[in-house]
């Protein structure tokens, strides 16, 4: 259409693409994207880096200013935000009075847009960033372009999706540059969640930084945002689909955290498994293993090196291990993977492998074996879960590793090695579904009880698990003690001493029962509850 020729109304569904305005930052596939669209005849309009990137190539481009007779100003921040632009955006086709106003006004129309955004959340996701460089990566004039021409479906195509520009080049061969009425739509869907990421990535930036530090507190609207990373293969049980979405401007995700060397694809349960067995392997600085079933774990333990870790934490419950998600914090070599084919493993997961690992369980290429990329990063994000209708937010449970205020309630004082096995049994509690038990010595759990209802039964069934003497070992309870008959059965087990956070109104009777018995008690003050 020639630039003097007065507009007339069209039906929605029968706009012919004559003109595309490009103004991107992933220029993945941009200039395959517009040679194409320049082939068709459809003029190109462009913005800044983009528009020097077409005419790089080759095509011809006219500047957005020529379009609005306005000149980009301020260093970009302002180029597209003119009425010229979203008057032909937002202009009704079908509406001979938007029509008249957009005649009236010499305004020429864009038929598609193709936009995609600053890159927020890649750079609020850096670590040491500064506030002044998330706010230039705010975009304004992208998400404007995108909102009206989407709002705007009927008569303006809005793309934001590199993985969209080969569908929408084939409809436009088809069908003599036209795309129907549904393909719109569908592209305003994709565009419109784009933008709500977008801002919600923002908000949730804002929400949580304040002078470049975290803010304290949680803030009064939770705004967040998460797209589909991966389809699993089913959820809990078989008959549920199940998928992986990771949150939008997160420096690193679960997923993101671990590359898949071999295997079967993961599950909705490995999952759950891989974050709780990663949870607790984080905890240590020695050589350590983890073994998680049904996210509680069933060993865990440190030692010399990987190999001892891993059979002093399979020792703990050989039975539970069957079939177990298991976690390493050093690098599994060839001793180490010849002992771990001797069993049911899940998935397994390490900072590294040797090649004579890898060679050792290639024999078994159904495991799941992954390479832990971020070994040792901190969990900070605060907890959410959901209910009925909402959500509930919590800080995570930070731990309590050392003897700060922790009190010695007992007559009989801990030895040093009776702080150490009974520090390590606590931390190991802390991700123990509650009611947690943990038995502990050197440096391994030797009985866990987890996610029963009585206290005392989770001391039961921790004994009963365990597949050595408890004598002189350490227990640990991630709650206080109602009762005297749970540390009872503790110490007529072989426990020598009990760490517990205290606090009930029968803590006399805990602490004279443990003091008959000549064990050591230690009151944390803190508990720690994993429902």
Known sequence: MAESEPMTTVEAGEVVIRRALISVSDKTGIVEFAQSLSELGIELVSTGGTASALRDAGLIVRGISELTGFPEIMDGRVKTLHPKLHTSLLARRDDAAHIAAANEHEVEWVDLVCVNLYPFEEVSGREGVSDQEVIENIDIGGPTMIRASAKNHAFVATVVDPGSYSEVVTELKSSGNRLLLSTRRALAAKAFARTAAYDTAIASWFATHSAGEPQSGHPERIVRSFEKSAELSYGENPHQIASYYAEAGVRVDLLSRFEQLAGKALSYNNLLDLDAVRRIV???????????????????????DPLAA?????????????GGVIAFNREVDGPLATALMDQFVEVLAAPGYSSEA?????????????????AGGAHTAPEIREVLGGVLVQDRDSGQTGRDGMEVVSKRKPTEQEWVDMLFAWTVARHVKSNAIVFAKGGATLGIGAGQMSRVDSVRIAVSKAPVSLEGSAVASDAFFPFADGPQEAVEAGAACVIQPGGSIRDDEVIAACDEAGVVLVMTGRRHFRH
């Open 310 to 322: 891993y059979r002093a934490a399979f020792a703990c419950d050989p039975l539970s291990a069957f």
């Open 282 to 304: 984080d905890e240590f600085d020695e050589p350590a293993c983890v073994i998680v079933k049904h996210n509680n774990p069933c060993g865990v333990a440190i030692g010399s």
């Open 358 to 374: 890898r060679e050792v369980m290639a024999a078994k290429p159904n495991i799941r074996i992954l390479s832990d990329l971020d």
